[in-house]
């Protein structure tokens, strides 16, 4: 069965200062790789995914990511940090449902950002 | 474009008593998924819609929670009797489930405390 490992819980970073989220997966195969953003009350919203080629990936809001099979990770970036994304941070694989058409998502257990002014 | 739909927002019950879940999902997404979201962990998918089959639900405690999707759009989810180990945010999702999309739209879930 697949699994995601987020090993930081709490991270705190000054405004303007570069940001680093990890991620490891465990899965048989090629992985389908999210990341999403949970801010306070909110459901979660998709930062970006991978599928398949370049192995860095581009999301919304200045974050990127890239894939490491060898690692099996998945690291969350972004050079230039604002207060606006503190938040909480999951990292997902997915998984396609056989006969179904479309997939699950196995999700970590979260990173909660803080940003000092 | 109308994002997925929850309500109530909030609940707070007593343990042992009912409480249901309402989603609406984006107009002609398929797939309709729930999960629960204890706090201090990701979300754990419960159940998963197609239609208005079900797809997995391997996850459901079924002596307890139930789910349906009738004419495969708005669903329900239903909780009785309740459990303090209940109490997390329910999050509705949907999706398209194009070969080109896979991505999961989530709602703002509903906050449950089972006191």
């Known amino acids: 069965a697949q699994s995601v490992t987020q090993p930081d819980i709490h991270i705190t970073v000054s405004e303007g200062a570069s940001l680093e989220l990890r991620c490891n997966y465990s899965?048989?195969?090629?992985?389908?790789l999210f990341w999403y953003v949970q801010s306070p009350g909110q459901g979660l919203q998709l930062l970006l995914k991978?599928?398949?080629?370049?192995?860095l990936v581009q999301g919304i809001k200045g974050f990127e990511a890239e894939f490491k099979r060898s690692q099996s990770s998945f690291n969350l970036r972004k050079p230039s940090v604002h207060w606006s994304d503190a938040a909480e941070y999951f990292c997902?694989?997915?998984?396609?449902?056989?006969?179904?058409?479309?997939?699950?998502?196995?999700f970590g257990k979260g990173t909660k950002l803080s940003v000092i002014p | 474009e109308a994002g997925v739909a929850q309500s109530p927002r909030y609940k707070i019950i007593e343990k042992r008593q009912s409480v249901a879940f309402w989603c609406n999902p984006i107009s002609g997404h398929a797939t309709l998924y729930w999960y629960q979201q204890i706090l201090g962990q990701g979300p754990k998918l419960l159940i998963q819609f197609q239609n208005n089959g079900v797809v997995d639900d391997s996850q459901l405690p079924k002596d307890r929670f139930s789910a349906e999707r009738l004419k495969g759009v708005d669903s329900t989810l239903k909780i009785q009797p309740a459990k303090l180990e209940d109490s997390a945010v329910y999050l509705c999702?949907?999706?398209?489930?194009?070969?080109?999309?896979?991505?999961?739209?989530f709602g703002p879930g509903t906050r449950l405390t089972v006191t």
């Open positions: 991978y599928f398949s080629g370049d192995t």
């Open positions: 999702a949907s999706s398209f489930d194009s070969p080109s999309s896979y991505e999961q739209y």
């Open positions: 997902a694989v997915g998984s396609i449902y056989s006969g179904a058409g479309s997939y699950q998502l196995t």
């Open positions: 899965y048989g195969a090629t992985p389908y």
